[in-house]
């Protein structure tokens, strides 16, 4: 299993950034997506998920700013970022996770640094 998430980078206060993680090695269309993030001596926190029937979820903090999408043609999930804030200066982590007769896999993939800052 891999997930490989991109397009991280540094980008202005109110700038925007789509994160993409292309995923092999998992049944896609049965895992439910996310992205989460991790600030520097605090804990990972949910960012967005999508369902393989498309129902999303977001945290306060992004909603409004962040949407979650899913090609599943392309076996990938994004997160489109608008309105950045310095706050959402974090590591990025893209997650999948399904239960398969009970027992839940879950797999993560490398992340990608976003920063905000002027």
């Known amino acids: 299993v891999q997930l490989q998430a991109s397009g991280g980078g540094l980008v202005q206060p109110g700038g925007s950034l789509r994160l993409s993680c292309a995923a092999s090695g998992i049944i896609f269309g049965r895992n439910t997506l996310g992205w989460y993030r991790q600030a520097p001596g605090k804990q990972r926190d949910l960012v967005a998920t999508i369902t393989p029937d498309g129902r999303t979820n977001y945290a306060d903090s992004v909603k409004g700013r962040f949407t979650i999408s899913r090609d599943t043609a392309k076996n990938t999930v994004y997160l489109q970022m608008n309105s950045l804030k310095p706050e959402d200066t974090a590591v990025y982590f893209c997650?999948?996770?399904?239960?398969?007769?009970?027992?839940?896999?879950?797999?993560w993939g490398q992340g990608t640094q976003v920063t905000v800052s002027s």
């Open positions: 997650n999948a996770e399904t239960t398969t007769y009970g027992t839940k896999y879950v797999n």
